[in-house]
């Protein structure tokens, strides 16, 4: 076997920098933004609600009001070790162009693997929720507004959550229904739900929802993970953190993070490669740590039912 198609063996920073171009829908940590951290375990202080008081009328002269103390709480978090293995033969290394070639898409293989188990964590703490509400394309509307009530408090942009494919179906019971249909279609279109419903692509139905529902984006993730069985017709509205400030949780009420171990302090990424001449494969390993935590719930809306 020529000694050109087995690779390097040892850690890669190379390839643990590559962009791996994600499929459509990996939509977690704009949910749940990245805090890095130098621990694999630990305790995080965060700003829980502070619940609103009514204001104090008739304070007595040379005394102050009354207070409410405002104070910090905590949990705790661990990174667990996830990782995924991809081989590829000295043959097949000569087939796609070279060892070269192979060392990236055996790198990007292992790496996206280990990208879904973190959207699938992030998705099990979003939709795992219990709902509050089961879907009624005639109350939508009133359904919306209670779930915006209930988390107006917390701090962040509002967003609808779900998978492409539940969204779909959102769009498709609002359109079968008399009153809402109306509604809908001209909201896209201004035209009645038959013509509308050629003319619509699926970004349109989101900026659709969106208005519709008083929210700041809508957010679809990929139906492997977010429609899966246990999730199937399950979307959340929730408030969600812009990501700009890793300690934003520590001052302001929002809804999750996610704290992500660092090996080296600044790639949170460990891939490596191995020449295996005993089983004459390449293999290419991918480790990531992380613990999605969802700091406070109430910021989080679940509703269930939207049936195909």
């Known amino acids: 076997m020529n000694d050109a198609y087995y ?38 202080y965060y700003n829980d609600l502070t619940a609103d008081e009514t204001a104090e009328t008739g304070r007595a002269a040379g005394s102050g009001p009354s207070g409410t103390q405002i104070a910090t709480t905590s949990t705790s978090f661990t990174c667990v070790e996830h990782c995924e293995r991809g081989k590829i033969t000295p043959d097949e290394a000569k087939v796609m162009g070279g060892i070269d070639k192979a060392d990236l898409v055996g790198a990007k293989w292992a ?28 109350k ?16 962040g942009k509002t967003a609808l959550i779900s998978s492409t494919a539940t969204l779909k ?30 003319g619509m692509n699926f970004q349109a139905w989101k900026d659709a929802l969106a208005l519709l529902m008083g929210v700041d984006m809508v957010l679809a993730g990929n139906d492997t993970i977010w429609n899966s069985a246990t999730y199937d ?50 293999l290419y390993d991918a ?18 039912g939207v049936s195909a």
């Open 233 to 282: 017709g399950h979307f959340a509205l929730a408030k969600v953190d812009d990501g700009s400030d890793p300690l934003s949780h520590k001052w302001r009420p929002v809804l999750g993070k996610v704290f992500q171990f660092m090996p080296d302090g600044k790639q949170p990424w460990v891939i490596q490669s191995v020449a295996d001449r005993v089983n004459v494969n390449n």
């Open 169 to 198: 179906r959102m769009v498709q019971a609002l359109l079968n229904e008399n009153t809402m249909g109306r509604v809908f279609s001209r909201v896209v279109a201004g035209v009645n739900p038959q013509v509308a419903i050629t």
């Open 7 to 44: 690779t390097t063996t040892g850690e890669r920073p190379e390839l643990a920098a590559l962009e791996v171009n994600a499929p459509e829908g990996y939509i977690g940590t704009q949910i749940m933004p990245i805090v890095p951290v130098t621990d694999k375990s630990g305790t995080v």
């Open 111 to 138: 790496k996206r693997q280990v990208m879904n188990a973190l959207e699938a964590d992030i998705c099990t703490a979003i939709l795992g929720k219990d709902a509050s509400a089961q879907f009624d394309a005639v």
């Open 287 to 304: 480790y990531l740590w992380f613990d999605s935590v969802l700091l406070n719930t109430g910021a989080l809306y679940v509703i269930d």
């Open 140 to 155: 939508l509307l009133s359904q919306a507004q209670t779930a915006l009530a209930t988390i107006q408090v917390y701090e």
